[in-house]
T-cell receptor, first 116, second 114 residues
Framework: NAGVTQTPKFQVLKTGQSMTLQCAQD?????MSWYRQDPGMGLRLIHY???????DQGEVPNGYNVSRSTTEDFPLRLLSAAPSQTSVYFC???????????????FGPGTRLTVL | GESVGLHLPTLSVQEGDNSIINCAYS??????FIWYKQESGKGPQFIID?????DKRQGQRVTVLLNKTVKHLSLQIAATQPGDSAVYFC?????????????FGSGTRLSIRP
């Protein structure tokens, strides 16, 4: 298993540009989520999905869109990039997301995004 | 409002000693708590978790303690090793049925003195 993969690893955008961060998992997990991590801070939940076709907002959803057309993929779209979106973005997945004691959440390696 | 925070932003421990990382939470409805380890340039890695109906849970060299009375969570690492150097995050879920909304604290950096 490759686990959770993210592409690209690094990205530089200009203000106003749009792009999609890719996330894929091969563990047949129902639950997937996107977080952003700013320097010296914890992770903040952007959007999450409890299964194909179902998405919901997290703590900081503004400026981001998601969709979940398949179990494996959960892309994050930046509609019009702003400098405030400069951050490291992590995708995560787990079997159910319901917090069972054996339901470990696996994180991808992250995408470092800079918006100029 | 709801918050998950840490008492200390950095912790320095002698190699071989035990480490204790503390975390406070404010939402009494939180049902599920997790500790993550994040090494430089990597994503968070699950260490151990605990449900609100438990006071203590042990793993390999790690123990999580939950005190619901004072809304306090701690992670104990036994015989700290150089490989334990990382940032440690506590995280909470606001409710068992909403465990997908996992809220992270700001993290504690653990450094190991030789």
């Amino acid at each position: 298993n490759a686990g959770v993969t993210q592409t690209p690893k690094f990205q530089v955008l200009k203000t106003g540009q749009s792009m999609t961060l890719q996330c894929a998992q091969d563990m047949n997990h129902e639950y997937m989520s996107w977080y952003r991590q700013d320097p010296g801070m914890g992770l903040r939940l952007i959007h999450y999905s409890v299964g194909a076709g179902i998405t919901d907002q997290g703590e900081v959803p503004n400026g981001y869109n998601v969709s979940r057309s398949t179990t494996e993929d959960f892309p994050l779209r930046l509609l019009s990039a702003a400098p405030s979106q400069t951050s490291v973005y992590f995708c995560a997945s787990s079997y159910s997301g319901r917090g069972y004691l054996t339901d470990t959440q696996y994180f991808g390696p992250g995408t470092r995004l800079t918006v100029l | 409002g709801e918050s998950v925070g840490l008492h200390l932003p950095t912790l320095s421990v002698q190699e071989g000693d035990n480490s204790i990382i503390n975390c406070a939470y404010s939402n009494s409805a939180s049902d599920y708590f997790i500790w993550y380890k994040q090494e430089s340039g990597k994503g968070p890695q699950f260490i151990i978790d605990i449900r609100s109906n438990m006071d203590k849970r042990q793993g390999q060299r790690v123990t999580v303690l939950l005190n619901k009375t004072v809304k306090h969570l701690s992670l104990q690492i036994a015989a700290t090793q150089p490989g334990d150097s990382a940032v440690y995050f506590c995280a909470e879920s606001p409710g068992y049925s909403s465990a997908s909304k996992i809220i992270f604290g700001s993290g504690t950096r653990l450094s190991i003195r030789p």
